[in-house]
């Protein structure tokens, strides 16, 4: 079973990457517009360190941006979610912040700060903070309350950590799924903004020089890294944060 | 170790509890009976501190920290068997917390699915790890609020019997609230009937095991009240 699972989107691939390089091949497709296969291929190799190197760029700014967005807005969005009056003074402005789209922060964050790696870390910072932000805050404020009132007849004092954390932790951790999401969406095209950095950089940089088979290499390697970010994240959420909700119930007797 | 002295609770215009009154001796099985929705968890909440009575108020002996065991468990579904029952301790300073834990999920028989997590276990398991984690530690006053609602009723026998045994053994005093007429007769010791609300004591039983006349006399009084659920 599991080797079907694995040889039939093989096969698959390797199908349409056939069918391309003929089409392409027999001019059926103007090579200019999409480069076969190979020819990919081929400058993947001879632009091995660049384009390694702008991988690893990327992958920093989704990274840290990442790190330091829901780093803010998990205790943010429990102290909003815990004090009324914070929640009813900040919460508007919150709110409006957060639907303004991402991208369009980097001109005023540019002409602050220059033109380096500052506003993509910011634009990355923001991208990741508000739906951490948001799902954390509406976590804690739909806890089942009982739990509390346990934890209150067994005289526990710190009812945050030992019941309000977790029992939020779902939501937070669909925030965080969501974080990483968005903060993948926004990275590269703000590097694209900014110019020669990251692969939105390359992208950008090969297609001015009308390199188009090293902007199909970017975006397909986009795709890959997206990809494993989020299954690395399924993969940290069933093991660790949410170990519980993924138990079999089998223990019936 | 525990005396209720013209309780009454009212929230905001409704009136749920009204001038209640009764002692509660040491080691005693007390059973609450009453029509559904008649303030009786409230009466609990506000026995164990977790509401103030509007009027009226609540003596109880120093130390007696009364445990409720809420009728739907609640449970900690993040937590296993072991870390729910451990809950009550992790904040307390004393040695070998993990060894008492793991003695009393022997003695209440669930040591052998203390990894589990709560929604694995059946209903009856539930309970009990509710009834280990109020246990652990140790309680002199357990107030039960209609502790057999959520499980078979064949378990019912089970558990009573065994919540018998515990209370023995721990000499804890029990306060229930029940709809299970049949096991109340059975095991209590006393059994308060509250009427419709506003809730006032309508009568109170005591000397109740063994006793047929006084058990018929409850039965009669509770009929009608019955029916109206």
Redesign the interface.
């Known amino acids: 079973m599991m080797n079907k699972k694995i040889i039939f989107p093989i096969i698959t691939l390797f199908a349409i990457l056939l069918i391309w390089q003929l089409l392409v091949y027999f001019s059926i497709i103007n090579s200019l517009f999409l480069p076969a296969p190979l020819t990919i291929a081929k400058s993947l190799i001879k632009n091995t360190d660049y384009f390694l190197g702008s991988i690893g760029i990327t992958i920093k700014h989704i990274l840290i941006g990442y790190f330091i967005g829901i780093g803010l807005a998990i205790p943010l969005g429990l102290v909003f979610g815990w004090k009324k009056n914070i929640e009813l003074t900040f919460s508007p402005i919150f709110l409006v912040i957060s639907t303004i789209p991402v991208v369009t922060f980097l001109p005023i964050f540019i002409l602050w700060f220059g033109l380096n790696e500052i506003p993509i870390y910011l634009c990355s910072i923001i991208a990741a903070f508000f739906p951490a932000f948001l799902n954390t805050f509406h976590g804690v404020k739909k806890i089942d309350k ?2 509390i ?2 934890a ?7 009812i945050n950590k ?2 309000i954390f ?2 939020s ?1 779902p939501y937070i951790s669909n925030g965080l799924r969501q974080a990483i999401q968005i903060t993948f969406l926004v990275t590269p095209p703000a590097e694209m903004i900014m110019g020669d950095i990251g692969l939105g950089g390359f992208i950008w940089k090969s297609a001015d020089l009308f390199k188009l088979e090293l902007v199909i290499l970017g975006m397909v390697t986009l795709g890959i890294i997206g990809f494993s970010l989020f299954k690395i994240y399924d993969f940290i959420e069933k093991k660790y944060l ?1 170990k ?1 909700m993924n ?7 | 170790m525990l005396k209720i002295k013209k309780l009454s609770k009212s929230f905001e215009n409704l009136e749920v509890l009204r001038e209640l009154s009764f002692n509660v001796n040491e080691k005693d099985f007390i059973s609450i009976v009453g029509p559904s929705g008649c303030g009786k968890t409230v009466l609990l909440k506000i026995i164990s501190g977790l509401e103030n009575p509007t009027k009226g108020e609540v003596v109880i002996n120093k130390g007696v920290n009364p445990i409720i065991i809420w009728q739907d468990f609640r449970l900690l579904p993040w937590r296993t068997v072991y870390e729910n029952v451990l809950l009550p301790l992790e904040e307390k300073e004393i040695r070998d917390k993990i060894k008492k834990v793991s003695d009393l999920l022997k003695f209440i028989g669930l040591e052998e699915f203390k990894d589990y997590y709560i929604h694995q276990l059946s209903g009856g398991m539930q309970q009990r790890v509710a009834l280990a984690r109020a246990l652990i530690i140790e309680p002199k006053l357990l107030l039960l609020d209609e502790p057999f609602s959520n499980i078979e009723w064949r378990k019912t026998q089970e558990f009573y019997e065994e919540l018998k045994r515990i209370q023995e053994k721990k000499k804890l005093t029990v306060i229930q609230i029940t709809h299970d007429i049949p096991n109340t007769l059975k095991y209590s010791d006393k059994i308060i009937v509250l009427s419709q609300r506003p809730a006032r004591i309508k009568a109170v039983f005591s000397n109740i095991k063994n006793n047929e006349e006084m058990q018929k006399r409850i039965l009669n009084l509770l009929e009608p009240d019955e029916e109206v659920i």
Do not use: G, M, Y
Request: charged content about 35%; cysteine-free.
């Open positions: 009982s739990f009132e346990v209150e007849n067994f005289k526990i004092k710190s030992r019941i977790p029992a932790l949410l519980w138990v079999r119930k089998d223990a019936e007797n």
